[in-house]
């Protein structure tokens, strides 16, 4: 069975940083597309990021484009968030998706305090 973990989210002030971390187990992680996607208060999840099988960033949302990273470690099967220079409308919870499974994990929160 598929599981999606994140973690790594938290509390940081405006301007700070946060490396999110998904643990991917009981699928091939390797041979698929990846992706995060965020929910604020009271708005829909939007995707934040994507990331093909080769470690490519396919997406990312105009918002994050300039201060994000996305990346993958085939090898561990983990997924990687890195956003720096936050601000306090990033706040939000983080979901790791796999686009083909449909797949989402339970979210790591992250809150940017001005």
């Known amino acids: 069975q598929a599981q999606l973990v994140e973690s790594g989210g938290g509390l940081v002030q405006a301007g700070g940083s946060l490396r999110l971390s998904c643990s991917a187990s009981g699928f091939m992680f390797s041979w698929d597309d990846m992706s995060w996607y965020r929910q604020a208060p009271g708005k829909e999840r939007e995707e934040v990021a994507s990331?093909?099988?080769?470690?490519?960033?396919?997406n990312y949302a105009d918002s994050v484009k300039a201060r994000s990273t996305i990346s993958r470690d085939n090898a561990k099967k983990m997924l990687y968030l890195q956003m720096d220079t936050l601000k306090p409308e990033n706040t939000a919870v983080y979901y790791c998706?796999?686009?083909?499974?449909?797949?989402w994990g339970r979210g790591t929160q992250g809150t940017v305090s001005s």
């Open positions: 990331v093909n099988p080769y470690n490519v960033p396919t």
């Open positions: 998706y796999c686009p083909r499974l449909e797949d």
